[in-house]
């Protein structure tokens, strides 16, 4: 009898350990502190503290401490505001964990702060937010309803650089969010602009680090350990599962998808219901400020239908919204597709690579950030499904007014002449700017200017295939902007008409 009585005991203490440590574990967020109340959730995966109108949202941690929601949106630190929201598509940032008592932190860290966001009430969550970004600020804590020592280290203290502030204000010192993916890092100085905030190219050091510009630094990312949980794992009998809910931990594969195509091991953020998507998305570590990560199973098919354009379809064009910049090459035809980004019409990089001439043989690998300077230019990758054959393609870049952004940021400065141009294939993890595919058009020079959108090119979709292009410093441009569809959407996309 005593026997069993101990045997119970060790596997009641065996199972509790291995809460979170299995797929995943599910739980509610409670606020407390300078505001309290339930996190609930926007349709477009937003958290709010407060907002009554909202439903309490449900996320689950895995044992790598990343955390998705109900809908199996990955929940990121979205650069450079450190804004904790969950979109679709994003592979979540990982890191986060449940203390004993149910607490959440981040890198060992229990302090967040809730801003107000002047709608019904509500407040968004964010690790170290700018002062001069957010506005009616408080301290505050979140705890679980369930899931305690879970997630990244158990709740534990963690060795990384990022350190939340005590007190919202008190630290002239932003954290730095974990960045994925083992890369070789690319040394970049941000543009110098008054609209700025700066950012730096992906690297792979756990060190922190900043950028160099006149504007705002954002945080720049520290690659996160691949290791097992610290601490010696607790084994108990290997036919033992935990099930804590049954959300999925994966996101939904996008509006519109053919399903056709090669599924990356982490996309660019996609819309809720947004664009059409290339397969099932990622679970893995996430965007951070300035350089985020991601990877993709890149390959390089032929494109079909994407080749050499007639004069007027496949040229740039002045802005859609603007003639204030006129681009050196010919205007587009006005069978263009629009510059608006309209669910399951348009198509978002699953793959950024930037390359460096002063670095020719370094891979800096992947990236959220689109990047032009001197000596850095930037090769984005779209996957173009199959239903869209037969439909009409336009390149566009969407260039808003910095005050129009909501959860991305950009660093701008000098005459703003950017080269276009389509490579021959995809580009990779590993390319670099000596084995960068060549140019198969060049699709001509653009001046932009904040507060623009852009019809660059013209083409019959190339239904099914993965096309790749560049921009290219072509004057004395340094643009540095974080691709994201938020409003207002900012970056390179592709849409279909």
């Excluded at 149910?102 to 702060?113: A, C, I, N, R, T």
């Excluded at 079909?304 to 587009?332: F, I, K, L, R």
């Excluded at 490579?423 to 700017?433: D, G």
């Excluded at 979709?461 to 540095?480: F, I, W």
């Amino acid at each position: 009898m005593m026997k069993n009585i101990i045997t119970i005991a060790a596997f009641a203490a065996g199972t509790n350990a291995l809460v979170g440590r299995s797929d995943s574990c599910c739980f509610h967020l409670t606020s407390s502190g300078g505001t309290s109340g339930q996190l609930g959730q926007l349709s477009d995966g937003q958290n709010r503290i407060g907002d009554d109108s909202l439903s309490p949202a449900q996320y689950c941690i895995d044992s790598k401490g990343a955390i998705t929601d109900s809908e199996g949106r990955g929940c990121i630190l979205t650069p450079p505001t450190t804004q904790f929201q969950c979109d679709e598509g994003a592979a979540p940032t990982p890191g986060f964990s449940l203390g004993p008592n149910g607490e959440l932190e981040y890198h060992g860290s229990k302090d967040f702060v809730a801003c107000a966001t002047g709608q019904n009430g509500g407040l968004n969550v964010y690790t170290t937010p700018n002062e001069s970004d957010v506005t009616g600020c408080v301290n505050v804590e979140l705890t679980a309803d369930s899931c305690s020592s879970s997630g990244s280290g158990s709740g534990g203290s963690s060795s990384s650089a990022s350190a939340v502030p005590s007190s919202f204000g008190s630290s002239s010192a932003q954290s730095t969010p974990s960045a994925p993916v083992s890369s070789a890092p690319v040394t970049q100085s941000t543009p110098t602009s008054s609209a700025a905030v700066s950012q730096s190219t992906p690297g792979s050091g756990s060190g922190e680090g900043s950028g160099s510009g006149s504007g705002s630094s954002a945080p720049a990312p520290s690659a996160p350990s691949e290791s097992p949980l610290s601490g010696s794992p607790i084994t108990v009998v290997n036919t033992i599962t935990v099930t804590d809910c049954s959300c999925s931990a994966t996101a939904p594969v996008g509006g519109g998808d053919s399903g056709e195509q090669p599924s990356p091991s982490a996309t660019m953020p996609a819309p809720s219901g947004g664009g059409s998507d290339s397969g099932s998305q990622p679970t893995g570590s996430v965007p951070a400020p300035s350089g985020p990560q991601l990877s993709e199973s890149a390959t390089a098919p032929a494109p079909s239908g994407g080749g050499s354009q007639p004069s007027g379809s496949g040229s740039a064009s002045v802005p859609a919204s603007s003639v204030s910049s006129t681009p050196s090459a010919t205007e587009s035809s006005s069978g263009s597709c629009p510059t608006t980004l309209t669910s399951g019409s348009y198509e978002y990089p699953h793959l950024i690579v930037p390359v460096d001439s002063s670095s020719p043989d370094t891979a800096a690998g992947t990236s959220y950030n689109g990047t032009v300077s001197s000596t850095i230019s930037s090769a984005f990758n779209f996957d173009i499904p199959s239903s869209d054959e037969g439909k009409t393609c336009s390149l566009v870049f969407l260039f808003p007014e910095l005050q129009d952004l909501e959860t991305s940021s950009y660093s701008f400065s000098g005459d703003g002449k950017i080269d276009f141009a389509k490579l021959s294939s995809a580009v990779e993890e590993s390319t670099t700017f000596n084995n960068m595919p060549s140019v198969s058009q060049d699709l001509g020079d653009i001046t932009v200017s904040p507060g623009n959108s852009y019809v660059v090119s013209t083409f019959p979709c190339p239904a099914g295939d993965k096309v790749a292009y560049k921009m290219e410093n072509s004057g004395s441009t340094d643009l540095n902007f974080f691709e994201d569809y938020n409003p207002s959407p900012l970056g390179l996309y592709i849409t279909t008409c």
